[in-house]
């Protein structure tokens, strides 16, 4: 059972374009929807995160959009730059047992072409 | 940077060996995590543990084990690994804001 759905799995942009990656979740207890990026050979790192009183939240580049009606959320990355060339996750989480379970989707491979 | 270590970075061994990855965090939260990655895959948790003394399986069924006798330590065992458990192990911790902290991962070849 897929708790959190993402699309595209890849993407190729070209520098200064707009990637938007897309997220898709079922468990309304899921309270907590963090970005991670993940470059070969390292662990996934946090780009951004929001919380379901929240419709939008920027960082820099970084944009979350969360719908919570739709129970969608997704990040965009402004000005995009061939350092952005990664692997991109959304997650969700919820308290199960007093333990945050982070859920994962499957991924997106962003290219940021020259 | 995350406080966050994993070693070995890479391990290559044969069938049925007995090996420990191991997972230190310094920065003392109570919550630590082990994931299986196959390479640009989707991330799937094998143990969670929410402080010293517990441990819980997660939701990708792994024959590996897990202990957390320390609050730092959290050290994931195979006791005869197979070439099925070729991946990537990442360790993660976690603060009370849920915030999710990942060691650099352990990339594990079994031949």
């Known amino acids: 059972q897929q708790q959190v759905k993402q699309s595209p799995q890849s993407l190729i942009v070209q520098k200064g374009g707009i990637p938007i990656i897309n997220c898709a979740y079922e468990n309304t207890a899921f309270d907590y929807f963090p970005w991670y990026q993940q470059f070969p050979g390292k662990g996934p790192a946090l780009l951004i995160a929001i919380r379901p009183d929240v419709s939008e939240k920027k960082e820099g580049r970084f944009t979350i959009s969360f719908n919570k009606s739709a129970k969608q959320f997704s990040l965009h990355i402004m000005d995009s730059q061939p350092g952005d060339s990664a692997t991109y996750f959304c997650a969700a989480s919820s308290r199960i047992q007093g333990a945050q379970k982070l859920v994962f989707g499957q991924g997106t491979r962003l290219t940021i072409n020259p | 940077e995350a406080d966050i270590y994993q070693t070995p970075r890479y391990l290559v061994i044969g069938t049925g060996k007995k090996i420990t990855l191991e997972c230190s965090q310094t920065?003392?939260?109570?919550?630590m995590y082990w994931y299986q990655q196959d390479p640009g895959m989707e991330l799937h948790l094998i143990h969670y543990s929410y402080g010293v003394n517990s441990t819980e399986k997660g939701d990708l069924s792994s024959e590996s084990t897990v202990s957390r006798i320390r609050t730092e330590h959290f050290p994931l065992t195979l006791e005869s690994a197979r070439p099925s458990h070729t991946s990537q192990y990442l360790c993660?911790?976690?603060?009370?804001?849920?915030?999710?902290?990942f060691g650099p991962g352990t990339r594990l070849t079994v031949l």
């Open positions: 993660a911790s976690s603060e009370s804001l849920g915030v999710w902290f």
């Open positions: 920065m003392g939260h109570d919550k």
